[in-house]
């Protein structure tokens, strides 16, 4: 059983910045994309951004485009989401999630492994 564990949300205030981190148990973490997705209240799940299984592309929400970089170190089994400028309306739960294949997708459905989550907060 894969475990996924994310760790860096809390409380920030609007243009301020928060990494963070998702560390995957198991022994084949370069194998598969990995994804970031989160739920704001009220709101379903949305995609954020998603990274192939060695890091060589990227993908991001148009929402967060320009602000937010998905990345990955294989050595530590661990993927990172930096966002900056960070808005009110990303005030969600972000999740990561382990792909089913090799190349990320932008559906939850194609993700079978998923963290608990961690709540990014930003204030106006």
């Known amino acids: 059983q894969v475990q996924l564990v994310e760790s860096g949300g809390g409380l920030v205030q609007a243009g301020g910045s928060l990494r963070l981190s998702c560390t995957a148990s198991?022994?084949?973490?370069?194998?598969?994309?990995m994804g970031w997705f989160r739920q704001a209240p009220g709101k379903e799940r949305e995609f954020v951004a998603a990274?192939?299984?060695?890091?060589?592309?990227?993908y991001a929400a148009d929402s967060v485009k320009g602000r937010f970089t998905i990345s990955r170190d294989n050595a530590k089994n661990t993927v990172y989401l930096q966002m900056n400028s960070l808005k009110p309306e990303d005030t969600a739960v972000y999740y990561c999630?382990?792909?089913?294949?090799?190349?990320?997708?932008?559906?939850?459905?194609?993700?079978?492994?998923w963290g608990q989550g961690t709540q990014v907060t930003v204030s106006s």
């Open positions: 999630a382990r792909g089913r294949t090799f190349d990320p997708s932008m559906g939850a459905h194609d993700y079978n492994y």
């Open positions: 198991g022994r084949t973490f370069s194998i598969w994309a």
């Open positions: 990274i192939t299984g060695n890091g060589g592309r990227s």
